[in-house]
Every structure is written in structure tokens, then in C-alpha cells.
């Protein structure tokens, strides 16, 4: 059967050296060639992780990666915002595509977002922004359901938007063997932690932190047969998080055999060696949700609403809080065995999705 490819834009925050923006793009890239048959991806950034159905347009300089962005605005069938915190505001400014998006109606209905979130506002005018530009979207799916709220109370059409959680969860169908149970731990209990310090909240930062600190403080104190693997998620060197991750791997190197393990674009060997932790305690919004995908116990630290969205909308009952004798107590009770937190079944959320994904494939002809 003969058929027009359409050319959709893929458009997120990639390139940037991040892992959570990473598997946005392996995910996309599966979606492309199991789904979207009829359709090409294209993405614009550097640094990516190997893809095998997206086209990849390297742009070394803002600018030009800016004039890539616009064309395909204006020349693909869809834009895709395929993941992330994007939709805080509708675009201050011309260099913004979603200022274009929100002044033009031509582009009115070739715009889809998916897996994203909606928000937090700063104040009125973001909100009233983001509403003039999202009621143009062909399709929005939201990652939490706080999202799903606000779009409730912005009265869009309703057939127009829907909950799909977050794209990381399709690595549970990409990499199935990822899933089988972990054999019985021979050797040191793997505690796998993400750190960042990229909020401009410098207070809540440093009472995460310390909160963090104070409880692995605890854990190792009372329990030698511990690893401390430290994951840099984010490896840019001005908002990465190589320099947290050394001072704490500096803090315990010579209580505890510890480790940091460093960013990279090989997603998959990331993804595999979260798998192999015991436990992740994390800061990284993609740490919590990473580790849920792939059934490893975890505390997620909530330095942005995004993070506690997601822990809402999974329904988790075990949160890091400012009792440290509680958290490392939970903590060791998990990787022990001791408690079996009851939270939504990641397939749900996998069947979610990928029945949206398939829906959207037949509805736009992908």
C-alpha cells in the first residue's frame, strides 16, 4: 500500500547531556518505528543517544539551532513535544516556537504535546499565555494528573486532551528482559543515588540535601555491607550534577565502598545499571521515575511540583521527609523485605500510553 511519509518535528529540551531527556528520545525513536510506520521523526540537538527511525539535525550554535526549529515549524505536518516541563508559560518572546505557535493559526492543529506537563504558572499572565497556545493543539497528553486538572480548568475541548504518565515508562516494552527479577543479592547492598542543585529554591535545595545526607549518614553508619553508587543524570558542566555527586562520594568514600557513576549518551547501559541497584534515593525527577519503570524501590526528594506530582499520581505511600530516623529505617525495610509499598502497577500506565500512541497512529494517519 502506497502512502505519504509525513515529516513530524520532534520537539523537546534534548541535547543538553541530561538522561531524562535522553530516554525521551530512545522512547520517541521506538515510537517512530513501532507505531508512526507512515511517519518520519525528526529531531534537532547534539549529544544524542544513537537512534534508529529519527533523523538527527546537528546544530552546534543556538542560533542555528533556532532557524532549524522554524523551518520545521513551518515545513513538517506535526510539531511533537514528546516530554518535559515545557508548558509554564506560551512563549515570551519570537525566538520561542511556543510564541509562534500561540500568535498564528496556521499552525492550529499540527501541534501535539505527549507525556508532558501543564505548569506551575508564575503568575496570571503565564497562565493565560499557556491557555491561548494550548487550546491550538491538536492533541495534549499530560504525565500527571495535576496536569490534567489545570487543563480541566482551562475548558478545553475535551476530546482534545487526555492523561498518558510519562514517556520513560515504554522502556518497559522496548526492554522487557530489563524486567525479569533480580537474582538474589551475593554481594553489598547497591543504594543508587541522583543529587542536582539545579532549582533556583537555594532553601528547599539545602534542606533536601541535608535531609539525603542525614539519612544515608544513618544507613552507613549502621549498615557496612552498603554501596553508595552515585548517578550523574544531568552532565553538563555548568547545571550538571558532577560536582554534588563528588562532595557526597568525598563524604563517603572512606566509610563505604562507593562509586560515581558518570553520564552518558549510552543510555541503555544507564538504564541497566539502575536496574542493578537495590534501592534509589534520588533528587533527579527521572531517578524516581526510571527506578519505578523498572521495578527498583525508590524515595524521590521533591525540589519541583513535578516530582510530587508524579508521586501522587502513583500513589506512593513512602516519602523522604525531615524525620531521618524514618527514612533510613523505611529504606532498609524495602531492601530487606520487610515492607511491600503498594502503589499503582506500572502497566497500567503502559497500557495507557501506548493505547493512546496507537490511537493517535490511526486517528492522524502516522
Known amino acids: 500500500m502506497n502512502f505519504k511519509v509525513k515529516n513530524i518535528y520532534v520537539k523537546g529540551y534534548y541535547g543538553y547531556q541530561n538522561l531524562g531527556d535522553d530516554i525521551f528520545v530512545i522512547t520517541a525513536d521506538y515510537i517512530f518505528g513501532e507505531y508512526f510506520k507512515k511517519s518520519k521523526g525528526i529531531i534537532v540537538g547534539n549529544h544524542l543517544p544513537n537512534t534508529y527511525n529519527l533523523k538527527i539535525i546537528k546544530r552546534k550554535s543556538k542560533l542555528m539551532r533556532r532557524l532549524s526549529e522554524f523551518m520545521n515549524l513551518i515545513n513538517t505536518h506535526f510539531i511533537l513535544y514528546f516530554g518535559g516541563s515545557v508548558f509554564f ?47 491550538k493543539f491538536r492533541y495534549i497528553g499530560v504525565r500527571d494528573y495535576k496536569s490534567l486538572d489545570i487543563l480541566e480548568n482551562m475548558a ?13 515508562i515504554i522502556i518497559r516494552e522496548m ?30 535545595q539545602s534542606k533536601i540535601e541535608n535531609q539525603i545526607m542525614s539519612t544515608l549518614d544513618l544507613i552507613v553508619e549502621d549498615n557496612p555491607n552498603i554501596k553508595l553508587n552515585f548517578f550523574v543524570f544531568n552532565g553538563n558542566d555548568k547545571l550538571g550534577d558532577k560536582t554534588i555527586s563528588i562532595e557526597f562520594f568525598n563524604r563517603y568514600k572512606n566509610i563505604v565502598e562507593c562509586s560515581i557513576i558518570d553520564y552518558s549518551t549510552d543510555t541503555l547501559s ?23 519503570a523498572l521495578d527498583v524501590p525508590f524515595i524521590l526528594g521533591e525540589y519541583h511540583k513535578k516530582c510530587t506530582e508524579f508521586l501522587r499520581t502513583i500513589e506512593k505511600k ?5 524525620n531521618i530516623n524514618e527514612n533510613a529505617k523505611n529504606i532498609m525495610n524495602i531492601i530487606n523485605g520487610n515492607i511491600n509499598e503498594e502503589i499503582v502497577n506500572p502497566d497500567f500506565f503502559l497500557n495507557t500510553t501506548i493505547n493512546q500512541i496507537k490511537k493517535l497512529a490511526t486517528e492522524l494517519e502516522l
Open 89 to 135: 508559560n506560551g512563549g515570551s518572546n519570537i525566538f520561542n516556537l511556543k510564541y509562534w505557535i500561540r500568535k498564528y493559526r496556521k499552525f492550529q492543529n499540527k501541534v501535539i504535546a505527549y507525556g508532558n506537563s501543564i505548569g506551575p504558572f508564575l503568575n496570571d499572565e503565564d497562565y493565560k499565555s499557556a491557555k491561548s497556545m494550548l487550546i
Open 156 to 168: 478545553l475541548d475535551h476530546s482534545r486532551y487526555g492523561f498518558v504518565f510519562d514517556n520513560a
Open 175 to 204: 526492554y522487557p528482559s530489563l524486567l525479569k527479577t533480580k537474582t538474589s543479592r551475593k554481594g553489598k547492598i547497591e543504594i543508587g543515588i541522583s543529587l542536582c542543585r539545579n532549582t533556583s529554591n537555594l532553601l528547599l
Open 270 to 292: 544507564l538504564i541497566n545499571q539502575l536496574k542493578q541497584q537495590d534501592f534509589i534515593l534520588g533528587i533527579r525527577l527521572h531517578s524516581g521515575i526510571l527506578a519505578y
Open 318 to 322: 513512602i516519602w523522604l521527609t525531615d
